[in-house]
């Protein structure tokens, strides 16, 4: 093998992909997607007193928490800074910020599969997938003046 044959690793710097703001108290970075395999890597930023709608993932999560803290409101523990966090394929959870959080929390998330966004009476709603992620984030920065950002695997 040579050095022509060995995959190159890619590098976005923090400031080449911008924040969008998606209307609801959050804004998220679009880092990687892979429609394929239905991975979608985001970090997302949380005001105080966010609430995810209860939804249940198709594939696994994985999460790492920068600032802030969150938690589900169906479990105890509360995510802080530092804090690593592994979701099953199937487990079904209301993300939930403090209101009384003193700055954003900011969360990197890797998801592969769905959010099947759930009502009370555990009836699928709206599904959110690689796809529509990376639709509405290129709309979204294209609008905030940013058309094309470097987002691996696009």
């Known amino acids: 093998m040579t050095m022509t044959d060995i995959p ?13 703001d998606i209307g609801d108290g959050s804004r998220i970075q679009l880092l990687q997607v892979d429609i394929d395999t239905g991975l ?13 709608q209860t939804h249940k993932h198709t594939g696994e999560v994985f999460a790492f928490t920068l600032s802030g803290s969150w938690k589900y409101a169906e479990y105890p523990e509360v ?13 079904i959870h209301t993300l939930v910020v403090p209101e009384d959080n003193t700055e954003v929390t900011d969360v990197w998330f890797a998801i592969r599969g769905a959010n099947l966004n759930l009502d009370p009476d555990g009836n699928v709603t709206s599904v959110l997938d690689a796809t529509l992620v990376r639709d509405g984030y ?8 940013v058309p094309n950002p470097p987002v691996i695997g696009l």
């Open 8 to 20: 190159l690793a890619m590098h976005r710097g923090s400031d080449e992909l911008p924040f969008v």
């Open 40 to 52: 979608w890597v985001i970090r997302t930023r949380f005001s105080p007193g966010y609430q995810v």
């Open 79 to 91: 995510n802080r800074a530092g804090s690593y966090l592994y979701e099953p394929a199937g487990s």
């Open 138 to 145: 290129l709309l979204l920065a294209e609008a905030a003046g």
